[in-house]
């Protein structure tokens, strides 16, 4: 697809197969009409904002975008970093810091690590662009419209109580998924202690599960990379684009080195660093193993006593050993032509080999 769909924030949704909701809308002309509805309230969104863009200041856009999303949770906490919303606004996450801080200054928001509490929401009306009026305005009057569609439908959601139970069976399946997933999950807090880990994530670091709370993550480590790692840890926790690292895993009583790949995450509270081990060990030996054979061939290839070379389908001369360099250079030396550049040979085979004489090809 040409667009992805980023969840913002966490919470529950209900969903339904796509065939059944085509199905729907072919034979449900109420629904069919609050669907459109939607689409046309999220166009006008999107023409505004590029409206938008182009005319206000980041400090009016950024009171739009909390004023938008606040409403759409229902909620004057909002789980977010500085950097999604640079992404969202699309500008540099120091401006967007910068604008929060004047907003904290003046009382609207108070803002921590990884979340913002708005606290005078007509404050930062009084300080957001005319687009949040108008989007705002267009958005009630088609629901509005589509209001009396409601009643047409009847709907079949399930009791509070059995709500209560799904969710239940729901998170259990969560749950197991994560304790039985064949990479590691961890945990870190800011002083890279153990918080969580999941059953791969103990095996990974040779720790039982029952002793990970509070343990020292760095320990685990070689002490060559530790430095490696506390540096990515903090990058992670102060919302930087960095977002995985490979580390050396220390050898234990019963394990051999191994390498890691990190990729992390910052948590909900910007206090909890999540991380995915992911064991790299036979891919980079087998990577170093190949990088070894090729050093070795072209060891070999340069000690030749013989004139060597290769040709791609075109018949151009892609690569030669010395011995073969080292010839061409001094016919070219002799007829005072330049010297042959041994790192980009794009030339006919066919006009070489006069100059080769009779050598062998490989």
Known sequence: MNHRVVVQ??????????HVFLEELSHCQPLQQLALCCVQALIAQMAQSIVCIGHHSVSERLCNWLLFNSDALLSVQLHVTHEMIANMLGVRRESVTQALGKLQADGCVASGRG????????GLVT???ECFTQVSQETHRLFERAGGLSDTFSWSLPERSDISAISGQGLQKYQDAYDFAPVGFVSLDA??????TNLAGAITLGIQRSQTQAADFL???????????????????????RRHCEVRLQAGEH????????EATLGEDGQECQLVLIDVTEERRALAQTLEREHQQQEMLAKQPYMLWFKDPQGHLISA????????NRTLDEAGLEKLDAQ???????????????????
């Open 115 to 122: 979340r913002i509490s708005i606290l005078d929401r007509d």
């Open 219 to 241: 320990s685990c480590l070689s002490a060559t990379d530790r430095d490696i790692f506390s540096a990515f840890h903090q990058e992670v926790l102060s919302g930087k684009c």
């Open 255 to 262: 394990r051999s080195e191994r390498i890691l790949r990190i």
């Open 321 to 328: 050993n010395a011995r073969l360099i080292d010839g061409v």
């Open 127 to 129: 300080r957001v662009c």
């Open 344 to 362: 980009n040979m794009p030339w006919q085979f066919a006009k070489a080999a006069p100059m080769l004489s009779a050598s062998p090809e490989a």
């Open 191 to 196: 002083k890279c202690r153990l918080l969580q």
């Open 9 to 18: 924030c966490a919470g529950q949704a209900y969903r339904m197969p796509a």
